[in-house]
């Protein structure tokens, strides 16, 4: 039998797979539009099931659509080591987001094929259903079933904006399964994925080492002043709202500032009553904090409350600070991390740990089974976005390191 560190993934193999995939619901800009549960991500998941049976995997569909493809091992008694992503895209996606992590696993199995490699465990294949949560929210939600954060009934009855939900869609397209959700044990699950973001690029590495995803809190703030003309009350008789809001907005970034590397957003601000000779009576607003540790996370927390108090205070404004959402930081599993990082090391690719800045279905998968990512660059760090672009060397790259990963533990 072949050795690991001898064995290589077919590179043009595995960008034809992605070329011909991205043909599926191709958009005019070169990107790819196919959204969960419609005919052409039916079609995507005909041809990659049809690659994994011509693969010799069996092939197991769940009652959310998540598909499992199997390529037994010697002992099959063994729970599998997984990996996967997804298939479906946002309205103008790239050819690369999530199906990048599928096809990368159906490389893994082809190659071992090619070297009739025997792995000790079973090596699987899974794509999550809705993963992007354009066409149904929330984003994720069939990982989120199989890793019992959501109910089955849950996942079933999230509609689209005509009023179909997932469960009649999965129906009409053929992929309702009937194998339960969960309760599957795998032995490890690694998710290969480009980067979304510039830092692997700008830092020349071609592998990120994934440690985890970091954690979100949102807030909705709301100042209150008092309305009142704009030419005839003297400034400093003024309660104005707007002023409050500009200067928390200004702290908001100072706070990522001081928390390095936090990252802070007013993204969203609604002004009242918005008339240019009124000086605004009520400002509304929200705050995305994102870190990747917890405790700083909530120091920035305290830092926001800190802000809002001081500034209103000295403005004579009221307000409510409101959380609306705490997504904990996810710690992917030391094991499977170590693994990754060891297997960039032996193959010679130039990596680095990270932290991913989008949520992933491998962050619910860590809930349930042993985890780790596997990053590599994408071109300007751009995703969601027709122009998502990617070299055929650094996802053979992360196609490799994922190779080994794996075989470290099924082998
Ligand atoms: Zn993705």
């Known amino acids: 039998m072949a050795n690991v560190k001898n ?72 729970p599998p080591v997984v990996t996967g992503s997804h298939l479906d895209t946002q309205p103008t996606g790239g050819k690369f987001d999530g199906v990048y992590g599928v096809l990368a696993g159906l490389e893994v199995i082809r190659t071992l094929n090619d070297h009739k490699f025997e792995t000790d465990a079973p090596v699987e294949v899974s794509v999550w259903t809705n993963e992007e949560g354009s066409r149904f929210a929330p ?10 954060v959501f109910t089955e009934e849950y996942g079933h009855s999230r509609t689209d904006l005509d009023g179909k939900t997932i469960g009649e869609e999965l129906k009409r397209i053929g992929y309702l399964g009937d194998a339960p959700v969960g309760g599957r044990p795998f032995k490890a699950f690694f998710e290969a994925h480009i980067e979304q973001g510039p830092i692997l690029e700008a830092d020349r590495r071609t592998i990120g080492v994934v440690q985890g995803i970091q954690g979100m ?13 704009a030419g005839t009350t003297p400034m400093p008789r003024r309660k104005d709202a707007m002023l409050g809001c500009a200067r928390i907005v200004d702290r908001i970034n100072r706070i990522a500032l001081d928390h390095k590397p936090g990252v802070s957003t007013v993204g969203l601000v609604k002004v009242s009553p918005n008339s240019r000779n009124t000086i605004p009576g009520n400002v509304f607003f929200s705050v995305d904090l994102r870190h990747p540790q917890d405790e ?89 976005n027709e122009i998502e672009s990617a070299t055929a060397e650094d996802l053979a790259a992360g196609c490799n390191v994922l190779m080994r990963a794996m075989l470290e533990h099924a082998a």
């Open 139 to 148: 984003a994720m939600v069939a990982s989120g079933v199989f890793a019992g």
């Open 296 to 384: 700083t996370l909530l120091k920035m927390k305290a830092a926001l409350e800190a802000a809002c108090a001081e500034i209103c205070g000295e403005l004579g404004l009221a307000y409510e600070c409101k959380e609306v959402w705490n997504s904990p930081a996810v710690h992917y599993d030391k094991g499977c991390i170590a693994a990754v990082r060891k297997a960039a090391e032996e193959a010679g690719y130039a990596h680095m740990d990270i932290t991913s800045g989008a949520g992933h279905d491998a962050g619910y998968i860590n809930r349930v089974a042993p985890t780790a990512m596997v990053f590599v660059p994408c071109a300007d760090g751009i995703s969601h």
């Open 217 to 229: 809190r949102w807030f909705e703030v709301t100042v209150t002043g008092s309305e009142s003309h």
């Open 7 to 78: 064995i290589q993934v077919n590179k043009d193999r595995l960008w034809e797979s992605l070329m011909e995939m991205a043909k599926i619901g191709a958009t005019a800009k070169g990107g790819c539009a196919r959204l969960a549960l419609t005919d052409l991500d039916k079609q995507g998941r005909d041809l990659f099931v049809q690659w994994c049976k011509d693969a010799g995997c069996t092939v197991t569909v769940d009652r959310m659509g998540n598909i499992f493809a199997r390529r037994p091992g010697r002992n099959n008694d063994l």
